[in-house]
């Protein structure tokens, strides 16, 4: 069974404060990661898809890399517009045929 | 292009009362996945449609139901409505089955009284 698993559960930063959020996984088979962001009472909007390890991708002041067992979402001199929910998720297949959603990491940046 | 839009924005309903919620996936798109959303459980799966047919499904509870239409559109039906069933339920749209990115839409707040 595929797990996601993401940290830290919320994260406070002072604008310009950079940092990074965390999803670890347990897949049978490396079969990619997306990362959405997510803001109250909305849906989750696609930022990124990684297919392999060492691959990197970036918009704006995000950047998300890809390892063997983990994805990083770097946030450089994040703004206040940057707090949201982010998500990320590994797609179906070793045996399972849904996407596995991690519980997200809650962002708060501070003017 | 247009995104994924549903249908309605906000439900109030009672115990007891059915639902029915439509989404309408990005054109082109022939993959229609549905989620719900609570504080206390994450996002979870409900079921998938690919050329009208249901290809998943999650571990949810007959009540809940949905369909696909010729034209991609998706409607999903929850019947005797329990206060547990309010959450913001979501669709997402992909081109296919499997590993293609997901869109999500803007997401039905449900609320159960």
């Known amino acids: 069974e595929d797990q996601v698993t993401q940290s830290p559960e919320a994260l406070r930063l002072q604008e310009g404060e950079s940092s990074s959020l965390n999803c670890s996984y347990t897949?049978?088979?490396?079969?990619?990661l997306f990362w959405y962001r997510q803001d109250p009472g909305k849906g989750p909007e696609f930022l990124f898809t990684?297919?392999?390890a060492g691959e990197e991708k970036e918009k704006e002041r995000l950047k998300a890399t890809l390892t063997k067992k983990e994805s990083f979402l770097h946030i450089t001199a994040p703004k206040p517009e940057d707090s949201a929910t982010y998500l990320c998720?590994?797609?179906?297949?070793?045996?399972?045929?849904?996407?596995?959603f991690g519980r997200g990491t809650s962002l708060i940046v501070h003017p | 292009k247009a995104g994924v839009t549903q249908t309605p924005r906000y439900l109030i309903k009672t115990r007891g009362q059915q639902v029915t919620l439509s989404c309408s996936p990005i054109?082109?798109?022939?993959?229609v996945s549905w989620y719900q959303q609570t504080p206390g459980q994450g996002l979870q799966f409900l079921f998938e449609?690919?050329?009208?047919?249901?290809?998943n499904k999650g571990n949810f509870p007959g009540r809940f139901s949905g369909r696909q239409f010729s034209n991609s559109r998706s409607e999903m039906n929850v019947s005797t409505l329990e206060l547990g069933d309010s959450a913001l339920y979501l669709c997402?749209?992909?081109?296919?089955?499997?590993?293609?990115?997901?869109?999500f839409g803007p997401g039905t707040r449900l609320t159960v009284l």
């Open positions: 449609y690919f050329s009208e047919t249901q290809r």
């Open positions: 997402a749209s992909s081109l296919g089955l499997g590993e293609d990115t997901q869109y």
């Open positions: 897949v049978s088979g490396l079969r990619g």
């Open positions: 990684l297919y392999s």
């Open positions: 054109s082109g798109h022939r993959s």
């Open positions: 998720a590994v797609p179906p297949g070793g045996g399972s045929y849904i996407p596995t």
